[in-house]
């Protein structure tokens, strides 16, 4: 008995070193891609292309993990599959989501970035489904249309066709109030996560606050992949796996470049990280 005590305490010792070992090991730098004007975010698909918005160029680049670019979309103007300040990027498989903050619209693409449709309720006398200025978009697996609202300071959400769901986070929401949302993404469970400068708020599918991270950093960018969450400041990163319970932040270490600067959007997939600056998109390997 005695033995067996001790083989497990052994045991148990091997499992906290290999953690702690595989924490120290972070992120190796491996290659940078890309050559921007100024990158406002990214998007990957489960396939492994990325999509990059671009606010200088008011454009939307399709690129694959070596750089190349496969194919580019926008060019400045109100016309459809044009952009105005293209803030966010959301691609699923087969299609691509843009946030086109200062035509107050949503623009849809297939995967080769051929417009297909635009959402804008700016206009519209239903003001609960009225959005201005979308600073982000993301879709859920059940296909609902999630979009971040900068001008009413909450989430809108829409049917796959464009019908209007709900809005939620806005000043009614007492403690889950959002007060400068920047940045949101959805777990594969459905749930919302929002950064909302030093807080992360996250929302059930139907719109109830469930829980509040607080952090020292102001972040500015937040994604998912699969399981893995990132968010970041402009210098720094955090983690979580959305599959451990409860949820938690660890600070990403990453090392082999110095001339990371200025982090716009992280993300991690397939065991490597991808760092989003304003002219590049850096990417590290995780040691095996």
Known sequence: MYKQIRLSVFILSLVFFSLGL?????????????????????????GG??????????????????GNVLKDAGGYGWDNGLFDNPTDVFATPLSVYVSDKNNNRIERFDKDLNFVSLLDTHNNDNKSMRFGYPLGCS????????????????????????????NFGGY????????????????????IFVVDKKRIIVFDQYGNGINTLKEENNFSSI???????????????????????????TKINFSGNDEVKDIVSSLIFNNKLYILTPTKIYIYQKPQ
């Open 49 to 66: 292309i990325l999509y990059v918005t671009d606010s200088n160029t008011d454009e939307v680049y399709k690129i694959d993990t070596l």
């Open 223 to 249: 994604r998912i992949v699969f399981d893995n969450l990132t968010v970041n400041s402009q210098s720094e990163i955090y983690y979580a796996d959305l599959v451990t319970s409860p949820l938690s932040l």
């Open 139 to 166: 879709v859920s697996l059940q296909g609902d249309l999630y979009i971040l609202d900068s001008e009413n300071k909450r989430i809108i959400k829409f049917d796959l066709f464009g019908n209007y769901i709900q």
């Open 172 to 191: 009614d929401a007492g403690a889950y109030s959002l007060a400068d949302p920047l940045s949101l993404a959805i777990a594969q469970n459905g749930n």
């Open 22 to 46: 595989t924490f120290a090991q972070g992120y190796l730098y491996v290659s940078s891609i890309g050559h921007f004007k100024n990158a406002t975010s990214f998007s990957i698909t489960s």
